[in-house]
């Protein structure tokens, strides 16, 4: 079948079939649009609870991290404090420390030593300042501790939400899991927006101020080291670390990811990230990379490492090792 | 120019001219997009706490939507090929419709995009100059290119087709053919390219698969003529445009032949998942049969493969020869492949999680309101498009008015 | 820190410690048998009140008070970090010098009561003392014979309580070795000795020696599940195969059962 003549030419035009606009039609039409209109408002109703400075267009304009003068993030920063104390009634400092020289981090755990305590787990979040509601609520904290069946590394088998009476478990092993730094990081790779990136030291940092939250970066990491900040952080003003840094422990805004920067505000200053510093068994060892007197070059020159999904060519600066 | 300005100020007045039908049509549609656009306003007040997704299970129903809807943007391809490549003249009748939805779904995709950010205001931090591109690094930079160049593709070549046949000249070839047949390619690399979302991120086992972009078109040329052939049948129904029998049946082959791979291909995927006992199928296991007691997907899933086979038997059947059976297997692909492309990719690429844990999901009230909301709209947009380019097609909306009206 | 000579002036180091001294004089080995088990107890409460209650115990005469001696450990991460739960996982029972700001003053006893190889009856003194540490199965493998405040070298030489690292290291050769490059054991403070100063935790810090293995503790609670996702059939999960179990419930504060928060390593500075 062809051309249906009814196709190619129209006996009656689109004046002759809709009738010209009179009083009655536009009556209607007026009506149509103000019930349209109420529609539309009564849709957008629920903006009205924004917050006041929730969207500013100061934050709207605000260039990227890595393109602010220094004058510039001066006052971001100030203001970023000024912001935490009317939000949350404590003003912290916020410090913007940038990567040493010669250093490049790099990060142990013994796996023979953890035993699941998951202290490191709860000093993350008291460090970090990440949401939470009442300190036992620690979904957002950047370390996930496994606990792994003995005879295998076998993650599929794992469980994060162990709670027996106590740890270690005859039958199992532990194994903490958080931010590996990888070298060749996908999740770097993969952000439309470079709101993440890795530093001269090897961190990878994100700027909250610049993430869109499109949460691409949480599905390309193999080690589930993102979290998301689904609602504005809460926290109460006593479990507010004041020691802050732009790039890390600083209160999130709703709607970025947050990730582990082995505690760039403690290590940039030269101190132990807060995990390490709690471990009750030392089985954490942390150090300069590009030193060759560090304790983590020792690990990696004289014990067995293990790499967590060294198949998936993520080159990571967080190294398993065993020991006996 | 001036014939130009003309030309908007009635299609914008045709508008909001139309029957009884067209205005309830509407007007439901206007009220379910206002009721997602409200359950939007509470996710951007609350955050994404008013959806069910989590730190485990990161992206949910509005990429999965936004997956599938790709596909069914890029299929508006089978269309232009037959048109283009193979020239026939039947197929030019319907080739704009192809288009005009593929306008429609990319916007869409482009919304499911957009409700799914964190931080939709900072949207322009992807935009040079005043963001930052990261390009070629990041394949949803990648995206936002294909997606938006197919958007304006297709708008180009709509809106100039649709205006000459306004003005009742002939297009000019060198107006527009180069872009149909860029399109082709365009389409192509919309899809491979949402494809190479998933399949570039290593560290996901289900998605990290050479298999996922061939599936991806295989399926999007399925989902998309399906839904094709019932919009035409509407069209020729309660328009007064004649969409022949021709153009259906050559889409109903073209669904065939796609269904038919698609099924091949799932049937490799689920061989290579399955024969090897490894690690690697935790996710396959937990769609298909769960996992560790965890079966939110199951249900889902088997009814997707149902639906798909039964659309396929259809298809290859001498039932979709006649129109109901036609119908019966377009609704059931349409349906299964939405399932299957969607939920039944992008959330068993989370569970397991990528350290083994597994948290479910399924959308909540909210999620679910704003895609209602956003299908809603494309539909709204869609109708919209046709109630503008019909008129124009049948030759009763077109330039002087005056002189045809004066010679009826 | 050098070892104190176990001299008559060194009896009296501290003052709960002369407390109790007062009247194992007057009283004689029979009450004193009896009172060093309460010594534990007592030994917690602060110079002052010690002091008074010996004053209004009786009219013997009052003595001089002796500064206790300076932190022989070092102490367990940075002093600024109050937000950090820094306590190391030993656990001792009894006659706990870590855990009782003990003065480490052993003499103090055993001036009078010479320690012997061979126990083979149960005592009232470090009843608790459960020996659980490889094939050791006398004090003196470690403890020195005749100055308590030492231990002892091969050759029978002392080795000052400070220096306990090199006692263990007569055994655990390869932990030492670990322990030196200092990634055996807790390192805390600076990790950039320019920035400021990193402190080893000793042994005995961690490891109780007379029962060296960590002891079992509570962990703390798991990552909440978070109540928006779909719950899976729980109980099912938590039950069979792999335990995913998901957790919906706030936990209840567990608490490690080691010792309770802040620095142990005794001795107020």
Redesign the interface.
Known sequence: ????P?????????????QPMNRRTFLK?TAAAMV?MA??V??????L??ERGE?TLHD?LQK?YRELSPADLERIRKSLEAKCEAEYGVRPTIKDLKP?DG?GFGY?L?LTRC?????C???CL??NNQSRE????????YI?V??M?KGAI???????????????QKDKYYMP?QCHQCAQS?CT???????TWQEKDGLVVVDYN???????C???????A???????PTIKPEAI?REQSYLSNRIR?????EKCTFCLQR?R????P?C???????AR????LLDPN??IN??LN??RVYIL?ED???QPRFYYFF?K | MRDYVTFLF?VWR?S???SWKFYAWMTLL??VS??G??AY??Q??????T?N????V??GAYIANFTFLVGVAAAAVMLVIPAYIYKK??MH?VVLFGELLAIAVIVMCLLF?TV???????????IPPF????FP?????WD?IVLNGYLLLNMHIAGYLLYCRYQRRKPTKTFYIPFVFLSIVWAVSIHTVTAF??V?????SYWHHPLVPSRFLASAFVAGPSLMILAFQVIRRVT???I???PIFTLRMIMTVAMVINMFLLGCELFTEFYSPT?HA?AAHYLYFGLHGHHALVPWIWSAMALDFVGLALLISPLSRRIAGLNIACVACFIGIWIEKGFGLIIP??V??????IVEYLPSLNETLVCLGIWAFGLLLFSWMLHVAI?I??????AQ?EL??TN? | MTQRPPTAGNLFVSAPIRAGFLLVVSAGAVGWLMLSGALPARAAETNNAAISTADARSSLPVLPVVPRPPATQPEA??RS?T???????RKTVGLDLVKNGWTYNCMECHKLFPARWHYDRALNEHKDIKLEHGNNRFCLNCHHPTNHNAFVDYDGAEIAQADVVLLCAKCHGTTYR?WK????????????S???DRTR?RCIQ?HDPHFPK?Q???????????S?AVKGDDEAAAGA???????TQ?????Q???EPKGPTTSHAP
């Open positions: 079948m062809s051309h249906e009814e196709n190619s030419v129209s006996p009656k035009t689109i004046e002759q079939v809709y039409g349209g529609g539309l009564a849709a957008l109703k629920p903006l609870a924004l969207v709207l990227h040493l250093v142990a013994n035993i699941g305590c998951r202290k787990a709860h000093a008291a460090e009442d300190a036992n609520d620690i979904e957002m904290s996930r496994l606990e069946n076998n993650l599929e088998t794992s469980n994060a939400y162990y709670d027996p009476e106590k740890v270690p899991v996908p790779k993969v952000c439309p927006v470079q709101a610049w993430c869109i939250g499109c949460r691409y949480m599905a390309a990491c193999p080690y589930d993102r979290r998301f900040n689904f609602k504005k670390n805004p709703k709607g970025v990811v290590t200053a030269g101190k132990y807060a390490l510093e709690v471990c009750p068994t030392g060892v942390f150090g300069n560090s304790e020792y690990i004289n014990k999904k998936v060519g993520t020991d | 009635r045709l909001f001219q139309g206007s009220a206002l009721l656009l409200n306003a509470h951007f007040v609350q955050g994404l706490q959806s997704m989590t730190n485990q990161s992206w003249e039947y009748e995009v799914d950010l964190g931080h939709p205001e900072r949207f322009h931090h992807m963001g930052i591109f990261n690094g990041s394949i949803l930079s936002v979302l998933y570039g991120l290593a560290g996901r007064r445009y004649y022949g029998d021709q690690q935790a690429g989370f397991p999680s990528s350290l083994g844990q008129p097609m049948n030759g009763s909306l077109r008015p045809s009206t009826p | 991460g940075l970090d937000h950090l739960d820094k306590t190391p996982p670990d490059a200092g990634v055996h054991g807790r390192a805390n403070g600076y990790w950039n320019a920035m400021g935790l961690c960590f079992a503790m509570k962990p703390l609670p798991p990552l909440r599940y978070p928006r195969s792999g335990g995913h179990a998901v957790m706030p936990h209840g504060q567990g490690p059962d080691t």
